[in-house]
């Protein structure tokens, strides 16, 4: 495990299209299929870094909190299976499947997609508004494997909330950390 900081992509960059395999269903999943009435939240994941890991059941939390009140999300994973093979798109459905999500789980294969958004580390956290502008980029909160913080979200669910209620989201934001992406 490589500790690595994301880049933070520009805010207000508009979200970079993507049109990737669901693993999930085996269909593909298009940027175009997101609502255009509502946030999304793409997130860069996969199935065996200790830093995604730690956050599960607050994923699951957000998801299940948030997946209803105008706001749509998507798991992305970019790293190389070949070397890596517990993040296949056969281990990913499984994951998903365990952890009971049915939000898209999209294989970006080519690296392509991590690349446009600037994806260097998993977790990482992209917070679009309605017109498709990005909003937030980082991290969940402060919490981190073995650091003895409480898991809360907080960073993310407070972007999130000032979305949902119209009000700014506060431009000082601290980058997501955990495992690099695992590139080819």
Known sequence: MSLTYSKMLPLGTKLPSFNLSNVLTGDDF????????????????????????????ELVNLIKEYGNKNLEFVAISSNDVENYPQDSPENMKILFSDL???????????????????????????????????????????????????????????????????????????PSMGCNIKWK
Do not use: W
């Open 30 to 57: 298009s940027s175009s299929s997101l609502s255009n009435d509502c946030g999304k939240v793409i997130m860069f994941i996969c199935n065996h870094c200790p830093y995604v890991i730690h956050y599960h059941d």
């Open 100 to 174: 009971g999500l049915t939000i898209p789980y999209l294989y970006d294969e080519t690296q392509e997609i991590a690349k446009n958004y600037m994806a260097e580390c998993t977790p990482e956290f992209y917070l679009f508004d309605k017109n498709d502008s990005l909003i937030y980029r980082g991290r969940l909160d402060d919490s981190s494997p073995g650091n003895g913080r409480p898991i809360s979200g907080q960073d993310l669910r407070s972007a999130i909330e000032n979305f949902l209620l119209g009000v700014s989201i506060d431009k000082e934001q601290i």
